[in-house]
């Protein structure tokens, strides 16, 4: 009876183990379950044109179609399956179409009326499902260069209605300061109604225009010329005599940014497109749109050229060495501008000579601050940049200058640049530059 228990025994184990591996088979597998993605759609927007054309004040922006709220995409895991091997072929399993969430704002008018230099007033009219609580007006500008992931402004605007709403607010710049003509302007309208349900309208964007003038407009290049006086190839003319001048500038990069060149004039002109210049303003550049605004007469054109190719070689070297760590030298952005010029003018060569014959030299270190306010100090400083960087590029190369911008590009501090690419500290290089001109 004992020998038939454990033999009864004994298979009963035996069985609990088939059945036990069969259940733990490691090539039976299981997918993930499905998961959830929130996918945000927007609208591509069409790159506006950065040319002002004469006209009125006034301008209207239709908008486009609402942009698609965000939809919820789900993507089903595959139906689980046991492989029976590495060569197995997964089966393939249709996604879902996404699902539209419904409207919430019909947005019926969006409208910017400009006021140049004085600012931009903004209009909305729409209607919501239910009655609104809040409407903001979100805006800003758009910029070639910009170190900042989003930046705008939001307004809180007040309004009239509860369903069918109308609000208009205003830039006014004589408090916020003015922006360029040919600056690109873009807004947007955020709506909350009383459920706290949002709704974000279209971007939109408009030219801010100085309307004052009939211009024209050449481009050449990534440089577009706009202006007024002096005839209808004035343009070409100078889109000629830049690119000449330019050329000097070995800068070992093709250069791509699109640069708006506003030709005025009279520095009358320039100062009435900009609130709050100086009285004594000649031109004015804004980097981050690559933006210029200058003085170039044509009954003096020589004599206003060089002030527009040093503005323009300003942009074109700010291009080549843009980074969001650290600036250029003053010295070196000044002295490549007016280098760019084919050298200094006369009054600061003379500068420069008695400087040098009076052992009166602003030391390397100091070019690199703001230059001095005064005229005589002023003009020095120019005359000297550029005196360092002729030596430079005569002595080492455009080779070592282009090298020097692109470590400058990367955010490189002005002491270990000079050092990694000439192999001289500061002073070293100020003492070799010196001798240069023949003192010790």
């Known amino acids: 009876m004992i020998r038939t228990f454990s033999l009864t025994l004994l298979a009963a184990l035996a069985m609990f183990v088939m059945v036990a591996c069969d259940a733990a088979d490691p090539t039976a597998t299981l997918e993930p379950s499905p998961t959830a993605v929130i996918d945000p759609t927007a609208s591509p927007e069409a790159t506006p044109t950065l040319t002002p ?17 965000a939809t919820l995409v789900t993507r089903p895991a595959p139906v689980p399956t046991a492989s029976p091997g590495p060569s197995a072929i997964p089966i ?3 996604t879902r179409e996404p699902t539209a969430l419904p409207e919430i704002f019909d947005l019926v008018l969006s409208e910017a009326t400009l006021d140049p230099p004085n600012g931009i007033t903004f209009s909305m009219e729409g ?26 402004t939001s307004a809180r605007t007040a309004f009239d209605g509860e369903r069918e709403v109308t609000t208009t607010w205003t830039w006014d710049m004589r408090r916020t300061g003015s922006i360029p003509p040919g600056s690109v302007v873009w807004w947007r309208w955020r709506v909350v109604d009383e459920q706290g349900q949002e709704h974000r309208t279209p971007r939109q964007t408009v030219v801010y225009s100085d309307d004052r003038f009939p211009w024209e407009s050449h481009t050449s290049e990534n440089i577009t010329f706009h202006w007024y006086a002096g005839g209808p190839d004035f343009g070409q003319r100078l889109a000629s005599e830049v690119e000449d001048k330019l050329d000097i500038l070995q800068l070992g990069k093709e250069l791509e940014a699109p640069v708006q060149a506003f030709i005025y004039e009279t520095s009358a002109d320039v100062i009435g497109a900009i609130l709050f210049a100086q009285a004594w303003t000649g031109g004015l550049a804004f980097p981050s ?5 200058i003085t170039v007469d044509p009954d003096n054109f020589e004599l206003d050229l060089p002030g527009l190719v040093h503005e323009l070689a300003h942009l074109l070297v700010g291009e080549v060495t843009f980074n969001c760590f650290g600036d250029l030298p003053r010295w070196l952005d000044e002295g490549l ?18 400087a040098i014959d009076n052992r009166e030299l602003i030391s390397l270190r100091s070019l690199n601050s703001s230059f001095p306010a005064s005229d005589t100090g002023a003009t020095l400083s120019y005359a000297l940049s550029w005196s360092l960087v002729d030596y430079m590029i005569t002595a080492y190369g455009w080779p070592n200058m282009q090298e020097l911008l692109a470590v400058f590009s990367e955010g490189s501090t002005y002491e270990a640049a000079v050092e990694q690419v000439y192999g001289l500290d500061l002073d070293s290089l100020e003492d070799a530059w010196h001798l240069s001109l023949g003192l010790e």
């Open 53 to 69: 054309a004469p006209g009125p004040t006034v301008t209207v922006v239709t908008p486009p179609s609402l942009l698609s709220p």
């Open 92 to 94: 393939p399993v249709p």
């Open 127 to 152: 209607a919501g499902e239910q009655p609104i609580e809040v409407i903001d007006l979100e805006f800003g500008r758009e910029s070639v260069f910009s170190c900042a992931s989003t930046s705008y």
């Open 289 to 293: 749109q690559n933006i210029l605004l």
């Open 337 to 354: 501008a007016v280098y760019s010029e084919g050298g200094p003018q006369e009054f600061q060569r003379f500068a420069l000579q008695e």
